[in-house]
Every structure is written in C-alpha cells, then in structure tokens.
C-alpha cells in the first residue's frame, strides 16, 4: 500500500511526461524540449493519471496530520478538475488568457537560456510547437462536433494572439524569431533559425483556421449559466459558494472601498473628485517612471527592498527564497500582470512579469501595491516558499496544489497587509491599494452577473434593474475601478472566458481576513501575527473550505 508522500511523488513524474509544460513551469527536469499533447487522447491520458492517483489516495497509508491534510488537498484538487474534464470544459479552451495556445508559448518564458544544450533544447521545442498546436485543433474539432463550442469574443482574442505571436505584421518580430535572436551565435543558429519559423508558422496557420472555420461555428453566447458557472468557482475557490451572497457581498465591498477612496482623495486633493486626484497624480513627475527599462529596475528595486526589510521582522525569509526577479512580460497576451513561481531546485527564480501594453510612462501610485501583490509578501512569498518546504510538504503540495482562492486571496491580503505594516502611509499609494480592491469587487460583481445575468440592484444609480451584459459591464468597470480603459477591456474579455477566476481574489481575501480575525478572538492577547503568517503559509496552497478549517485549528 502506497504513502500518500509516494502518491503523490508518483503524479508529479507521471503529469510532468504527460505535460511537458507543467513540468517546466514546476521546474521538474528533463521534459524541456517537448509540449503536451493537445489533442483529445492527451486530455484523456492526463484524466487517466489524475483517476488512478485518486484511487490509490482512498487506499492510502496515512500516518498524522500532515498526511491528512495532503491527502486532503490532492483529493480535493484532482477530484475538481476531473470534473472539469468531464464536463467537457477542456473541449472549449479558447480564452485569452490561460489557454492551451497561451501555455505552449509561455513554456518559453520559463526556460533556461544559459549554454549552447540550453539553446539546443530551445530550438527542439520550437520544432515541437506545430505538433502541440494541431492537437489543440483537433481537440477544438473534437468539441465542434460535441457542440462544446467556445465564445466568438474569445475566438478572436485567441486569434489576434496568434497573429502577435506568429508575427504577422512583421515576421521578423514574431516571439520565437524574438527569443531567437537572444542566442549569442554559435553552432544552435541554424536550428534555432528554423525552429523560429515553423513555430511562428504553427501560430498564424493556427489563427487563420480560427478566423476561417471555427469561427462561424463558435457560440455568440458569452454567458456560461448556472451549471458551468458554479462547478468553474468550485474549481478555481476550492469552496462552495452561495453565489447570490457572494454577488452581494461584491456591492458591500465596493460600496465600503470606495468610502475609504474618497477619505483619502481629499487627503491629496482637497475638494477634488477621483478623476481629478488620479489626473493630479499621473500628471506630477515625481511619480512617474519614464522608459520600460527604468521601470523595471524600480520594479526590482521594491522587490529587494521590501525582502529586506520584511526577512527577519514579520517573516522569515529563507535565503533561495529572497530572490525575485521582475520581468517585462512579452506583448500579446492579457494585460494584467502575472507572477510565475521558481523551478523545484531554485534554480531559476521566482518571476513578477509585467505587461505594458506598449507604455513606456508609468505612475506610480498603482504600481506599489501591484508590486507586493506580486512579489512579497504576496504570490513570490506564498509559492516559492511553498516550493522551499521539501521536509514538510509532499511534491504534489509544492508543485501542483496552488488553488487560485487561496493564492489569490493571499496575494490580495497581502496588499492590505503592506497598509497595515505602515508601508502604504503615503496617501497616494494608499489610495492605488484602493483602486485595487475596488477592481477586485466589481470583478466579483460582473464575473458573476454576468454569468447568471443578474440584476443590477435598483437602488444603483448605474442602470439599476436591468440585468448584466457586456455592454453594460465595461463602462461600469472603467468608471469604478479607476484602471485604464484598454486593461479592463481586456479585463471584461478574461472575466467571459475564464468564468470563475476572477471572484477567486476577494472570495479569497475574505476567508483569510476572517480566519485570522477568528485565531485573534481564540488567542486573545497571546495572538502573534508573525506566527500565525507562519503557521498558514507553511499549510501550503488548498481550496477555500479546507483553509479555513485548517486555520480553524490555529
């Protein structure tokens, strides 16, 4: 009878063969020169190995609570996402963000570009790409002729990807002849050359069969319902959620930020409105980077700062875990920024990757909270030091056991967190955290009305009694977040592909804030905020439900 310990180091190599991807983005070696395949039977075989480590998990040796909890969360995350698959959720992947196509070229990013075998398994993989994108294809046939279609507003965003990434408008810009033209010469040009190419020709190939047939059949539809919707939030909370409180609680939040915003714009502008304090701020020099190249040596520069002063005070910081790098995310992909975590040896760190929408002015007064959300204490604490705890965590916890609510939502704590250690009294990066949150609260409002096309209540001034479309999401989002138009645009399009994820942030910020809110009142005085950090992160990642349980024992 297997440990669960062995369980689980069995998946993590069996998933690492069958995805290639996730292997290099888990940073497991070996698998760096192939891609998933994406076709039907792929998908089937990854269903396969998740059934069989399910079935052996029942069966299991389980000796203590850390067995318990492992278990559980294997269980817990496994048992959603055949679900998932069975639902047929994986015959519609177009979306324009974490789709299939987006993994194949993010699998780039994470590689390692050192020596000339480094380049060579490059430019092996590149051949590859044709391969994984055809079985993409035949997977999108496959759910064609089930009727499981994905939306027409994310067939062309997932089109006009390819094209970026095939470099349409310039062959020579493409992002494999990009990533190419990095290599210092040497006896891999050739290769790399021709890589490059049939690559790129993978992703416009890729896009025009989009555009030209999969196209007219794709669904007009943006809504997913009440079956999809639910059983997406359970995969993407680890909880079950009553949706309409959750609806709910999205007004009182934004309703409550916005109290606060106000507060603190007339501490910066006094008598001026939101607009007017956030024009004040983007227009005054002392708070604007100028170039991309300076913005990302600010970037690093918070990062290396903010462990610094943190390590040893209200955390501690193990030392792979102090470095963090910023990165500029490569243009195509979805505006919001992202953060991937180091490989399973450290030998490649932690990344915050930012896309700037062809920027090159950046105010600041954002930018500070964005920058703890991803980096420390927020994603890079929670997942790399996840990644470092090799003696307490089984491999399926360190690699594959992030659960968006939970991860999320501490990512999101953790911006208000930075508040609460004095790191926000500036009144204008307070009021960045702010517009932050705010953004949060109506993704919880339109993800999920527009899914269930609920009402919007009639005591709100914004179109008050009717029910939620996309047309009506995107004014309200650009006026009540204070982000600019062209990054929630994207926003509306990720919200309506990725039905779910986006309430993950303040579903999860609220488990954690009241779970640390109980621990207080159980402890009273003896309460340590430090250790009770500890005491969390250490869990590792798990859904909702499970969190709170698990913190309940605090």
Request: aromatic share 10%; hydrophobic share 40%; glycine share 10%.
């Amino acid at each position: 009878m297997a440990t669960v310990s062995e369980i689980s180091v069995r998946y993590i190599e069996e998933m690492a063969a069958a995805d290639p991807s996730s292997a290099t983005a888990w940073g497991v070696p070996g698998f760096d020169d192939r891609l998933p395949d994406l076709s039907p039977d792929g998908l089937a075989e990854r269903a396969a190995i998740q059934r069989r480590a399910l079935e052996a998990l029942a069966t299991a040796e389980r000796s203590g609570e850390g067995d318990r909890i492992a278990a559980d969360v294997m269980a817990e995350r496994l048992g959603v996402g055949l679900e998932m698959h069975e639902s047929g959720d994986d015959l519609r992947p177009l979306r324009v963000i974490f789709s299939p196509l987006d993994q194949v070229r993010r699998s780039f990013d994470l590689m390692a570009l050192g020596g000339e075998s480094d380049w060579e398994t490059v430019a092996a993989r590149m051949q590859a790409v044709p391969g994984a994108l055809g079985g993409l294809r035949r997977t999108l046939e496959e759910g064609m002729a089930r009727g499981q279609l994905s939306a027409k507003r994310q067939v062309l965003a997932c089109a006009a990807q390819c094209e970026t990434w095939g470099g349409l408008e310039n062959p020579k810009r493409s992002y494999f002849a990009s990533l190419a033209s990095r290599y210092p010469g040497g006896p891999s040009e050739e290769r790399l050359r021709l890589g490059s190419q049939v690559a790129a020709a993978a992703y416009l190939e890729l896009g025009t069969w989009l555009r030209e047939r999969y196209l007219e059949r794709a669904t007009p539809r943006d809504a997913v319902g009440q079956e999809r919707y639910s059983l997406a939030a359970r995969y993407f909370t680890g909880a079950e959620l009553d949706l309409e409180e959750t609806y709910a609680f999205g007004w009182d939040e934004l309703y409550r930020i916005e109290d606060r915003m106000r507060t603190v714009c007339e501490q910066l502008v006094p008598g001026a409105s939101l607009p007017e304090v956030v024009s004040h701020l983007e227009a005054d020099p002392a708070r604007v980077i100028e170039g991309v190249d300076a913005f990302q040596s600010w970037n690093q520069a918070l990062i290396d700062r903010t462990i610094d002063e943190l390590d040893g005070v209200h955390f501690d910081i193990p030392e792979p875990v102090r470095r963090c790098e910023a990165m500029i995310a490569p243009p195509g992909g979805a505006a919001a920024m992202y953060y991937t975590g180091p490989s399973e040896d450290f030998s490649r760190p932690g990344r915050t990757w930012y896309p700037t929408m062809g920027k090159t002015r950046f105010p600041l007064w954002r930018e500070v909270s964005i920058c703890y959300h991803e980096g420390v204490p927020g994603h890079h604490l929670q997942v790399a030091q996840v990644r470092y705890l090799s003696d307490t965590l089984t491999r399926f916890q360190r690699l594959a056991g992030f659960t968006s609510g939970h991860g999320e939502g501490w990512a999101l704590y953790a911006e208000r967190l930075m508040g609460e250690l004095g790191y926000l009294e500036d009144p204008a990066y307070e009021l960045g955290m702010l517009s932050a949150h705010a953004m949060r609260a109506v993704r919880v409002i339109v993800d999920i009305g527009m899914h269930l096309e609920l009402e919007i209540p009639s005591s709100e001034g914004y179109h008050g009694g009717e029910r939620w479309t996309p047309e009506l999401a995107l004014p309200f989002v650009i006026e009540r977040s204070c982000f600019p138009a062209d990054f929630m645009a994207s926003e509306v399009d990720r919200y309506l592909g990725l039905p779910g994820q986006a309430i993950s942030y303040k579903v999860g910020e609220r488990v954690w804030l009241e779970s640390r809110q109980a621990a207080k009142e159980r402890t009273g005085a003896s309460f340590d905020l430090k250790d009770f950090h500890r005491f969390a992160l250490d869990l590792g990642g798990m859904g909702l439900d499970q969190l709170r349980a698990e913190l309940g024992r605090y």
